[in-house]
């Protein structure tokens, strides 16, 4: 028999129990949906993530002073200044792997002009550190190393700084006040966004890094800078780097057998194997959710399959009579079942694509619907069918056609 | 004339439980092609056993069968629905029509498990339903169709295979006494035309329209105007 002809009769069996057939799909319907809306809502999070991660730069080693705890890292800020701009100076000089090194120093405070002001995050740094960070200047000219030599007062503007004080005004030329000493605005950065964190990134305002060390954070030695930033040559180099800065740093801050370090590294690569595992997390109880919805879908159907069989023993047994086989049967109710499956798979992709997009809409969260979890899903509900239809399938393939046609 | 049906010393035993019964006790008889049978006998003496090891739905629990030549015995489930497919046609009490299915789908449904296409198919089955006057009513549904017709419809669908012998068991039970006599009539032209047919009947007039009357009474055959 062929397999159009077998699709063809699922189907009219399908229609003539139109409410029927829709309510057993109302299973897999909500569970197909609910999977393509999580998954979609989720590979966004993810988009968000690894494009908040890019936004940190690459291959990028930091580095800050104190030593690990067991919670995560301690930012620095406040805390032993232990790193000084030599050791900046010799990690460039001495370290194969590394590619860019620039101390930074951060305070915050208020940015006043005209009648404006503003608080935010003032970071001190080097040319080195926008080039490391992948930072270009929308308007105006960068830090250079004179400005830094110089300790020379101007300023970088970031977006939400430049937005907040200057609204649509080109900022570059103009003082501002910064803790009340006044900065040329040199220039604005561009756009960066969110950084993993969840902090805005442009809501950020740099100095050369002496000016910083001179005139806006307190310390003892104005050499003292808060964090190093580090670029690796190479992806590949960057467990190297990181090693080689470790023992350049032990051996200047000489630490030495049991003695904790006054600082400690960090490589992107961490940050990204945490998102990882969070992802990796989201999708293991996306998973489970899926499963679970997809089972008790699957049940239904069976149950429904389970009672079409009863009601039509009688066409089985004429079917049967006039030279069906056994795996004729089998075929057919398994088409059916796997129709029933399929058809709800689509109305659930459709419908959790429009889900997704609705979401994604209304709470301007981006939304993925990837032509993989797409073909996922829908394998995925045939595959219901296959298993949940095979037992009831089975049971009318093994009636006896005698005692079949004679049911009624 | 060659024997399109060669039965020997068939027995049907059924069991239930510890309880055993013989419906058949040793049934022998051939029948040749082009033969009209009717299978006579009071209710509960063994017909509709004989017909369904006839049809191939049953097997006996011993004895041999022979159907055109072929020993059906040593055949597996399979063979069997090929064997009715090919060689047979069944005509029932109660029609046993596909309901919600185009009475033109019910009569090409043994092309379908016989894996023709749907033009071919489509072809044989008109002209199947052209012989035993029902053009026109192809696309009519079983509930559509008066109870003659509905047989006729059954009819077709037994003869569209051009098997070697119909079966029909209690064809006019269900229908009244002018709707009976259309039907044997139909039985009787198909039959001219070469078809061979054995058909269960307890009623004598029926049995008539029949060159043969095998009578059974307790699993026995006790007559055969052969
Ligand atoms: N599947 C079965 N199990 C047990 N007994 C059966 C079965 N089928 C038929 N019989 C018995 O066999 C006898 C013959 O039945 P059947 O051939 O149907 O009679 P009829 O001549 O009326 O068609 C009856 O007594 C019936 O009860
Ligand atoms: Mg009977």
Known sequence: MDFLQTVKIALRALRTNKMRSFLTMLGIIIGIASVIAMMAVGSGASYVISQQIASIGSNIILVIPGSTTSGGLRTGSGGAQTLTSDDVKAIMAECPSVDLASGTVRSSGQVVYGNMNWSTVIMGGTPELFEIREWGIANGRGI???DVDGAVKVCLLGQTVADNLFGSADPVGNIVRIKKIPFTVIGVLERKGQSPQGTDQDDTLFVPLRTAQRNLVRSQHTNNVGALIVKAKSKELLTKAEEEINSLLNQRHRITGGKEPDFST?????????????????????????????????????NIMLVSVTERTREIGIRMAIGAKKNDILLQFMTEAVLLTMLGGLIGIALGAGGAMVVSRMLEWPTLISFQSISIAFVFSGAVGIFFGFYPARKAAGLNPIDALRYE | MSEVIALTDIRRVFTMGDQQFEALKGVSYSISAGEFVAIMGASGSGKSTCMNILGCLDRPTSGQYLLDGLDVGAMNTNQLADIRNKKLGFVFQGFNLLARTPAVENVELPLVYAGLHSRERREKALAAMQQVGLAGKENNHPSQLSGGQQQRVAIARALVNNPAVILADEPTGNLDSSTTAEIMSLFTTLNKQGITIIMVTHEHDVAAYAGRQITFRDGNIIGDTK
């Open chain 1, 144 to 146: 250079t190393q004179q």
């Open chain 1, 266 to 302: 960090r490589n992107l690569s961490e940050i990204l194997a945490v998102a990882e595992q969070s992802s990796k997390a989201m999708s293991l109880l996306l998973g489970a959710v899926a499963s679970i919805s997809l089972i008790v879908g699957g049940i239904g159907i069976m």
